[in-house]
């Protein structure tokens, strides 16, 4: 059984362009994607200044990709989260989440996520407190669907060291006390679940009192840890008998929006054929799709080769160069990437890869490795180095001198191609050369 499937852009960090959010909205539809909700933690008129209107351009935009993806036949929504308003919901509150709410009734929603996530929790009430809330929502907005992120949205150990202890039978009572056409967000049994089991499910559906929507933080890479790290591999640990479990399955897609579109097409692929799927094959026929074949051999290579303890500290450099120079190539718009192809022809195809302009189009059928100045190199390399172990729990030279080797190749590739937020220093770099990755859908190669 396969619930529905959509995006929620629920990342940290530099935000879609519209024109790709338009453009993921139009591929995804035809693969069986249905919602679409808007919820960057970067657009601060829905977070830190929640209550203040968008700028006339922001809200016409969004009226515009409303108005899109409801001509495909996608539902469409936004992520409304009222910093702290549970702390004291008096008379003035109401009032200002009320015009807030009609504000965004006017953009067109079908979908509304008020989320409580990432915010203190150890309060007391705090169920009782975000349920009135979220029947004060239900009742102001026009939305045909709710659904809540509650503050503790996941098992993880994690939230009660960042956010407080959460409080006793905190998901028992919120679920107990909420309107049960009320949706509930849950990523798991971890932030970045590894996979999902039936049995952790209806675990959580009897928690609940109804089945989760499921906020699957794959392929996101947001965050100075996540972001040295293209998520790119097949979906896996996500056994399509979980589907009977779930209200809707929303994928949390990466800072890159083409690139988001290869994990996202395995996910269909993986409900559509239950246990005949095979994720090297859908890996190779979703990126087919996006990049064409080219690059999609290119990519799959490194994919196959990978084991957990190479990932651990990033990928061989051979590894990266092989992969890394098909596309930084190519996306940064060189020449020499693509002998005998009009250079007019480079920088529509450049801008197709950033996701700024319409159909992907198939990949040049020659790249080169992107050069890249040696001396900068090599004293990358040795401040990478010296931060790595520095900073590393267990320090490991000869694994931080090769992730240095290959994070410094992202960070110039990120630069020049601009395929990727431009890098603050600590993130183009490496932060810890022991960074765990976990198995399941992330063991992905690294750059």
Request: charged share 20%.
């Amino acid at each position: 059984m396969r619930p529905p499937l959509g995006i929620i852009e629920g990342y940290y960090g530099k935000t879609w362009s519209w024109q790709a959010r338009a453009e993921t909205a139009s591929f995804l539809q035809p693969h069986g994607y249905n919602f679409y909700i808007y919820a960057p933690k970067f657009d601060h008129f829905l977070r830190e200044r929640w209550a203040e209107a968008h700028p006339q351009d922001e809200f016409t935009e969004l009226r515009k990709l409303s108005a899109h993806c409801r001509a495909l036949g996608i539902r469409f929504g936004v992520g409304l989260s009222p910093l702290n308003i549970f702390r004291d919901f008096n008379a003035q509150e109401r009032k200002r989440l009320s015009d807030k709410l009609a504000a965004l009734d006017a953009i067109g929603l079908d979908d509304l996520a008020l989320l409580f996530d990432d915010m203190r929790g150890d309060l007391p009430d705090l169920a009782k407190n975000q349920v009135e809330i979220s029947h004060f929502v239900k009742a102001h907005t026009k939305a045909t669907r709710l659904i809540v992120c509650p503050s503790y949205y996941t098992d993880d150990p994690l939230l009660d060291r960042i956010f407080g202890q959460r409080p006793a039978n905190y998901l028992e009572d919120f679920g107990n006390a909420l309107d049960p056409a009320i949706e509930v967000f849950w990523t798991g049994e971890e932030v970045c679940s590894r996979e999902y089991s039936p049995g952790h499910l209806r675990r959580v559906s009897d928690q609940l009192r109804r089945k989760p929507f499921l906020w699957d933080n794959y392929p996101v890479n947001d965050g100075p840890r996540m972001s040295q790290y293209l998520y790119l591999r097949a979906f896996t640990g996500r056994p399509s008998s979980m589907g009977a479990h779930l209200s809707a399955h929303a994928v949390n897609p990466a800072l890159q929006p083409v690139l988001s579109r290869i994990p996202s097409l395995t996910l269909a692929q993986s409900y559509e054929k239950g246990e005949r799927y095979e994720y090297g094959a859908a890996f190779l026929d979703a990126a087919t799709q996006v990049l064409g074949r080219e690059l999609a051999l290119r990519f799959s290579m490194p994919l196959r080769k990978s084991s957990a303890a190479s990932l651990r500290c990033a990928c061989r450099r051979t590894c990266c160069h092989s992969t890394m120079s098909a596309w930084t190539g190519w996306a940064s718009g060189k020449k020499s990437c693509a002998p005998g192809m009009p250079r007019s022809t480079i920088r529509a195809r450049r801008k197709s890869w950033h996701g700024s302009t319409a159909p992907i189009v198939s990949a040049p059928t020659k790249c080169r490795r992107a050069d890249y100045s040696s001396v900068l190199s090599m004293a990358a390399v040795s401040v990478a180095a010296f931060c790595a172990v520095a900073r590393s729990l267990d320090a490991m030279p000869l694994s931080a001198l090769s992730t240095a080797a290959c994070s410094f190749a992202f960070f110039a590739a990120s630069v020049v191609s601009g395929i990727a937020p431009f890098p603050l220093f600590a993130q183009g770099l490496i932060c810890l050369a022991s960074k765990p990755l976990p198995l399941g859908p992330t063991r992905q190669f690294t750059a």
